[in-house]
Nanobody, 116 residues
């Protein structure tokens, strides 16, 4: 059973930074892509950033220029560095991984709260 464990969330003031981590129980090369999603209260879950096995990255418009997704293959961990945080970034952030284009895995989520 694949496990994805997020960490690094918390409370931060607007303009501050946080780094989220997603630790996988298996070699992250085995996944086609690993992504970060977020869900704010009353809103749909949305893609924030993704990185595939070829290190190609993709970002939501709201994340471009502020967030950076990266991976540490030796630690089987994917990171989301979030800078210049805004109140609208407040959400639960989820790690998502896909394998063989059909098998999808989710982490339990980590809360990010940005105070204005």
């Amino acid at each position: 059973q694949v496990q994805l464990v997020e960490s690094g969330g918390g409370l931060v003031q607007a303009g501050g930074s946080l780094r989220l981590s997603c630790a996988a129980s298996e070699n992250i090369f085995s996944f086609n892509a690993i992504s970060w999603y977020r869900q704010a209260p009353g809103k749909r879950r949305e893609l924030v950033a993704a990185i595939n096995s070829g290190d190609i990255t993709n970002y939501a418009d709201s994340a471009k220029g502020r967030f950076t997704i990266s991976r540490d293959n030796a630690k089987n961990t994917v990171y989301l560095q979030m800078n210049n945080l805004k109140a609208e970034d407040t959400a639960v952030y989820y790690c998502h991984a896909i394998r063989c284009s059909t098998r999808v895995y989710w982490g339990q989520g980590t809360q990010v709260t940005v105070s204005s």
